[in-house]
């Protein structure tokens, strides 16, 4: 006994089949995460290395060169890449996917702690990070006020940071673009030489030394016992003044008798400045602090951002009124506006799927069993995407999407073969149900396997994009069984309760327009069958045309989407102040903001990313973000808006500037670019002409814009020179003179003040009047080793020199190297890169020099090689499982046939529709291939039927043509109606894939 004849003949026992799958469902619906990406194990890990007042070069030569040679013992290493600036040194790890990312976190970890006694005095600590996709930053708050900056930080520091900081499902909360509360303390080295063998040292030694709170053991008391405790802190910023540094002829000297003692803040490194439309303010924004929200690991993004929001709401109340806090990047925004959309599509594409089947069967209770089907199979599937630890997101949001139109799919050809008996054989509900469902089995089985193994190579395809479309392949595959689960059990059983043969059912068939269509179908299989050879040059002459289609479609790797955003990054000319690039950046922002749709900017000046040592940091790079009205408000896109303000920045030659979508992703240790061009080779001055020859061909052309190179300009410095003799004669160190102006000249925090549960550095600088000048430096004091002299002038024993070094130095494979980077308007990524390819082979480089394409453009080619190994898979499986179905190693050739000849129309439908090929497309063209595929089963199993009963070859084509017909023509107006409303709908749909659905 089959399947369907228990359900025909146990209706409770299938109701309660059906309905358990579907309360598992909805049961896990609320339990699952909800993000933007699928949480993928992307094997990346950074080590982060500072050293304070470091030049690049000793950086790299110090710091970054000892990491990368013990690092890259470390087994499955794909690439090495380095960064390295001033007191900052960040080597990139990238292995191979099949290492586990803790692992090889842990394995770099252990190899760095084995050299750390060989980096440079004074290193910090290197800082490892293995990247987390599910950690990323998913909030980042503006806080805004017109008051002091310095008020403003301890606002957000206390009342914000420390509060949202304790939340579920917040992992950290970085501090961007605020003044610390600092102690400084300035010394007059004039003052100070007024004193006998007085060094900067001796005050720093004092300071350490005076200002600390030390244990002093227990005093027993009898029953009792007294903690011993020496309390010598300073009690209050001005208590600074009078601490004693030295005693010279039984006089104290203080800190007031050589300088000066200031509660102010560090010395900025950076700054962070918000405008909205609402401020309705012409000049600058308001000084703002950033604060970037990450979530911990395994945590729904959605539940995080709200659990924020609902705080901050909290907060708020009590805020003084004039500190604003606004949210300016939220992840979370996108996520909802596509679970919306998807809920709207799933909506609207069953209403769609419903009419389609009344329009072709003309019968509600038909039209009803049939979109049952629906929700059945949906709904199972989110008890599965629990049990294998899936999330709400993109990916497989489009997997949901996809199987709209196909899990009905089987239900309604077992639905229209009852029908179809009921109404041409004249028999019961029931006994139609048992005998159609029996006939239709067979092809039913074999078009849900072959669909299935469609997907399968989908599961197990390799590279970055195998890894995140994991969850897709398998949220498809199990949608398709549950479907055919459902056609075999709920539809013959509801069928044969509910489907009745009324009067004009013979007439479905009957109308005008069936007749029509029907006949012309008919008439061009009947010429198709009498010129065999004329359809199979014409098919020969279709399928060839393939290489050439395929040349003309653009290819990229993903789609971009107007999301209502973009950033502008910018690198001012080395040397550049803080206060000059504040000035520069207002400018450009203050224009930006006249930009048709903007509504409002943020920027921030000098790094963001916390990893600096305090006190140091670029302030040569800065942002711009730039929000926009919504997409539904506007009749442009965001793209035009981008090229507006690119137009923009060519009145400002000096900068490096670039007009940037806003990365979905950061710290992938990829730069947020399409085309990225690496050269290395032993000769920097070669790398940097053939890098200037590649970059100025890129400019002449079009589509190539924001070209830039990683080459750094040069930064000006001013040199010490040691006169060795001089200073040996004298008893002067190296290690005194550098020691000497790294507090005076760089400052130093020496000890740190205590307030309340906070705790501030005390930061020792010579006062500004006595180190902006060489000659003012020249006279500052380093000590001696030889008794009698005391004290020398630093210009005795050492000479200045004006000179230039590197900014950044980067390093790729253990190599310096130079990073050739651009974005594309208006020409594919794959035709760009190809057409950089072949610039650069003409410029026949020597053998030592080598280059290669890295982030997106190398992963457009590793997806293309995937791709085509994932269709020679599937179309190997889907013979398998045809020859296996049909017990026939011919039958499935036949069907198979049908399939290349699909491709040339799906190309040519991209190339009308002004859509390049990427990986979305791709998934569209598996997706093809199994409703072709789908459509060949049914006519040749029909046909199959009829020959073993006796009916002759062509009659039997005929035959099961016309039989089969209504079904094609019903599923395939059904996947139409069912990504119709995606197609055309203008809201920001999940995936951004048009590709696949054109």
Known sequence: MTIWDVCIRRPVFTAMLVIAPIVLGLS??????????????????????????????????????????????????EQLRSTTKEGMSQVAIEFVLEKSGAVAAQEIDAKVRTILGQLPAGTDSPIIDKFALDAAPVLTLAISGRRDAREITEI???QIKEDLESLSGVGAVILVGGRQRAIQISIDTDRLQKYHNLTIEDVRQAITRENQEQPGGRIDQGPKEV?????????????????????????????????????????????????????????????????????????????????????LEEIRAVLPDDVEVQIIRDQSRFIENSIHEVQVHLLLAAVLVSLTILLFMRDWRTTLIATLSIPTSMIATFAFMELMGFT????????????????????????????????????SAREAAASATAEIALAVVATTLSLLVIFIPVIFMGGRVGRFFVSFGYVVAFSILMSMMISFTMTPALCSRFLKAEDGHAATKGGPVWRLVEGFYMAALRFSLAHRWLIVLVSVGVFASTPTLMKIVGKDFVPRD?????????????????????????????????????TKTFTTIGDTSGRTARGQGEVTRAGI????????????????????????????????????DVAAISGSGFRQVMIDLNLRGPDMEKLQLYSQTITDWMRAQGPYVDVDTSLSFRKPEMRIVPNRERASELGVSIQAISATTNVLVGGFPVSTYKEADQQYDVWLRADQGFRDDPADIARLTVPSSKPGIGVVELGNVADFEEAQGPSTIERFSRQRQVVVSANLEGKALGEGVDNLAAFVKTLDLPADYRWEFIGQAKNLNDTMANFVIAFALAFLFMYMILAAQFESLVHPITILLALPLTIPFAILSLILLRTNLDIYAMFGLFMLFGIVKKNGILQVDYTNVLRSRGVPRDRAILEANAVRLRPILMTTVMLVAGWSRWRWGKGRGPPRARGWRR
């Open 28 to 77: 896990a619906y609320p339990r699952l995460g909800v993000d933007l990406f699928p949480n993928v194990d992307l094997p990346l890990v950074t080590v982060t290395t500072t050293l304070r007042g470091a030049s690049v070069e000793e950086m790299e030569t110090g710091v970054t060169k000892p990491i990368e040679e013990i690092v890259n013992t470390v087994s499955g290493i």
């Open 156 to 158: 957000a520091r206390k």
């Open 227 to 311: 903690v011993l405790r020496t309390m010598g802190r300073i009690r209050a910023p001005a208590d600074f003044a009078q601490l004693i540094v030295a005693n010279r002829h039984g006089q104290p000297i203080r800190i007031q008798d050589i300088g000066t003692v200031t509660d102010s803040i560090e010395e900025p490194r950076g700054l962070s400045r918000l405008w909205t439309m609402l401020s309705a303010s012409s000049g600058p924004g308001d000084q703002a602090v950033s604060l970037i929200i990450q979530k911990q690991s395994g945590t729904n993004t959605v539940a995080v951002v709200e659990a924020v929001k609902h705080r």
């Open 392 to 427: 709400i997101n993109n990916i497989t949001m489009l997997g949901l999407i996809l199987a709209i139109g196909i899990v009905v799919d089987d239900a309604v050809v077992v639905h229209e073969n009852i029908f179809r008996h009921m109404e041409e054989y004249g028999l």
């Open 562 to 598: 107007d999301t209502s955003e973009f950033e502008v990054v910018v690198t001012l000319p080395e040397g550049t102040s803080l206060e000059r690039a504040d000035e520069v950046l207002a400018e450009v922002e203050q224009r930006l903001r006249s930009v048709r749709g903007v």
């Open 625 to 660: 973000y730039c929000r926009l009205i919504d997409l539904r408000e506007r009749d442009y896109s965001q793209f035009e808006v981008m090229q507006d303000a690119r137009r923009i920045l060519v009145d400002y030659p000096d900068l490096r500037a670039a007009v940037q």
